[in-house]
């Protein structure tokens, strides 16, 4: 074990151009894959803001007690889609309205008799803000005997999922073709690796060495120079969103955990990239 | 030690290699295999140290039907061989005292006994004091002895040499080649490819003969010639 770490350091120091040519590559590989991993998660952010808004309003039929109303209230706040469920009382409305619509303020102040009615106001759960079940909570609550209307915006809510869906497959597709184009890039940079060591690992298996002793200080140095890599390309992101928080949009960067994936999957291919390309070497020779 | 049955080697696209070849080397002998480039000197030696798989008959080394031998277990076999090229192989960054150690520890040797042997076997060839050196910083035939050390540090039975001595000028091949002599005398077996007759001449040893692949003559049936040399 001491043998391999020290194998796969001395590496970096007899090719130090070669090793920090492929640190460099693997970075900026990275580094594309990093800055649409921005991309992807500020629209994430954006949409999120977006459905934040879904909203389900279910007005009441006027007289209706406000004991079945509590009551009801409890009922919807127990839907399992439901984050909150608010009573607003014909009286609150109005205060709202004459606060909010403040060029009808005449209007709404000269009104013998209060022409709004009561509503429960719902907010769903993030995870429930589509079209499918705001529609389902909507029936459920025309189910309700006192409920005269339930109102929600059904267009927005379904272009918000259309948006959601055109994002995510976009986010697939090209996330995936990036992360595809890493992986061959960083795959020849080690392959290269491999290649300039081919005499020594004739040497090696001249000299009895066995497969697994001499592919794992390649698997540990792709590992290292996929680490490092994957850190670099996290800098150099962090550099792209100092700049554009700065000179741009106000931007979101990735959270601790998005940035270790992108460090770990660094690492991971440059794992597999080694055991590929050294196992491949080893066969053919 | 080595034993060749009925072997046959065929190549892809090179047509036939060896055909029919049988001997029997027997522990610590010396033997010269000879013959023109192309005659299947380095081939077979390729098939003692399963460099090259054998097309049909077999080859036993040390104990191991090498016809048969798992991938897995070639390198047990190379670990109870020497081998030395005409090219040398050494690493190019390493020193000669970290190319012969190189050997013992892909073995997983304990490192407390690495340095007493490496020092030991550079001493044996003479390269004690060159132990620091890169192979760039030695002649062709200090290079050849770093290789001979490396051979030799794991103790082999048999040493197999391809054309030791094609690369060195004159002075140098006798060195190596009394130094390969030196080696056979403390018992462990050599089996030399060489077309340098000269050299063949000069030792009272045992010579294989190999023709377009076949082999066509071998001494042992023959009275030991009478050149001895003195060591």
């Given at each position: 074990m001491n043998l391999t770490i020290r194998e796969a350091l001395l590496t970096f120091r007899r090719a130090p151009l070669l090793?920090?040519?492929?640190?460099?590559?693997?970075?900026?590989?990275?580094?594309?894959?990093?800055?649409?991993?921005?991309?992807?998660?500020?629209?994430?952010?954006?949409?999120?803001?977006?459905?934040?808004?879904?909203e389900i309003v279910a007005y009441l039929l006027p007289g209706t007690p406000i004991e079945t109303i509590t009551l009801a209230e409890k009922d919807i706040e127990a839907f399992p889609e439901v984050q909150s469920a608010t009573y607003v009382s014909e009286d609150s409305a109005l205060a709202r309205a004459r606060g909010e619509l403040v060029e009808f303020r005449d209007v709404l102040q000269e009104l013998e008799r209060n022409p709004l009615p009561a509503s429960i106001e719902l907010k769903l759960k993030p995870r429930f803000r589509d079209a499918q079940h705001v529609n389902d909570v909507a029936d459920r609550l025309r189910g309700f005997g006192f409920v005269d209307d339930v109102r929600f915006?059904?267009?927005?809510?379904?272009?918000?999922?259309?948006?959601?869906?055109?994002?995510?497959?976009?986010?697939?597709?090209?996330?995936?073709?990036?992360?595809?184009?890493?992986?061959?890039?960083?795959?020849?940079?080690?392959?290269?690796?491999?290649?300039?060591?081919s005499r020594e690992i004739a040497i090696m298996r001249l000299v009895g060495a066995t497969d697994g002793f001499i592919r794992r200080p390649f698997l540990l140095q792709g590992a290292i120079k996929?680490?490092?890599?994957?850190?670099?390309?996290?800098?150099?992101?962090?550099?792209?969103?100092?700049?554009?928080?700065?000179?741009?949009?106000?931007?979101?960067?990735?959270?601790?955990?998005?940035?270790?994936?992108?460090v770990g999957f660094g690492t991971l291919i440059g794992l597999f990239g080694s055991a590929a390309s050294v196992g491949r070497h080893l066969r053919r020779v | 030690m080595i034993k060749f049955t009925n072997v046959f080697k065929a190549f892809p696209k090179g047509g036939l290699a060896l055909k029919d070849v049988s001997f029997h080397i027997a522990k610590g002998e010396f033997v010269f295999l000879t013959g023109h480039s192309g005659a299947g000197k380095?081939?077979?030696?390729?098939?003692?140290?399963?460099?090259?798989?054998?097309?049909?008959?077999?080859?036993?080394?040390?104990?191991?039907?090498?016809?048969?031998?798992?991938?897995?277990?070639?390198?047990?076999?190379?670990?109870?061989?020497?081998?030395?090229?005409?090219?040398?192989?050494?690493?190019?960054?390493?020193?000669?005292?970290?190319?012969?150690?190189?050997?013992?520890?892909?073995?997983?040797?304990?490192?407390?006994?690495?340095?007493?042997?490496?020092?030991?076997?550079?001493?044996?060839?003479?390269?004690?004091?060159?132990?620091?050196?890169?192979?760039?910083?030695?002649?062709?035939?200090?290079?050849?002895?770093?290789?001979?050390?490396?051979?030799?540090?794991?103790?082999?039975?048999?040493?197999?040499?391809?054309?030791?001595?094609?690369?060195?000028?004159?002075?140098?091949?006798?060195?190596?080649?009394?130094?390969?002599?030196?080696?056979?005398?403390?018992?462990?077996?050599?089996?030399?490819?060489?077309?340098?007759?000269?050299?063949?001449?000069?030792?009272?040893?045992?010579?294989?003969?190999?023709?377009?692949?076949?082999?066509?003559?071998?001494?042992?049936?023959?009275?030991?010639?009478?050149?001895?040399?003195?060591?």
């Open positions: 090793s920090a040519l492929s640190v460099t590559t693997i970075a900026f590989s990275l580094f594309v894959v990093g800055l649409f991993g921005l991309v992807a998660v500020n629209l994430q952010d954006a949409l999120r803001g977006v459905a934040e808004r879904v915006g059904r267009d927005w809510v379904e272009k918000l999922d259309r948006l959601r869906q055109v994002a995510a497959a976009v986010g697939l597709v090209v996330g995936a073709a990036f992360a595809v184009v890493a992986i061959i890039i960083i795959g020849t940079t080690i392959r290269m690796a491999v290649l300039q060591r996929g680490m490092l890599g994957g850190l670099v390309a996290m800098a150099l992101s962090y550099g792209a969103y100092v700049l554009i928080n700065r000179w741009l949009i106000q931007a979101a960067f990735f959270s601790r955990e998005q940035g270790i994936a992108i | 380095s081939t077979v030696l390729k098939l003692v140290f399963a460099e090259e798989p054998v097309t049909s008959g077999e080859v036993r080394v040390s104990g191991f039907n090498v016809a048969e031998l798992r991938r897995k277990d070639v390198p047990m076999l190379r670990r109870r061989l020497g081998i030395v090229f005409q090219d040398f192989r050494l690493l190019e960054d390493r020193t000669a005292e970290e190319n012969v150690a190189f050997a013992l520890e892909v073995t997983g040797a304990r490192r407390s006994t690495i340095a007493a042997r490496v020092m030991r076997v550079l001493t044996q060839v003479g390269l004690a004091a060159k132990a620091q050196a890169y192979p760039r910083e030695l002649s062709g035939g200090e290079q050849q002895r770093v290789a001979i050390a490396r051979a030799l540090v794991n103790e082999p039975t048999v040493l197999l040499a391809d054309e030791p001595t094609g690369n060195l000028d004159e002075r140098a091949t006798r060195g190596v080649f009394q130094l390969l002599r030196d080696i056979n005398a403390s018992g462990t077996a050599v089996l030399m490819a060489t077309h340098d007759l000269d050299l063949v001449r000069q030792a009272p040893y045992r010579v294989i003969e190999l023709q377009e692949g076949a082999l066509v003559y071998d001494s042992v049936a023959d009275e030991p010639r009478d050149q001895a040399a003195s060591p």
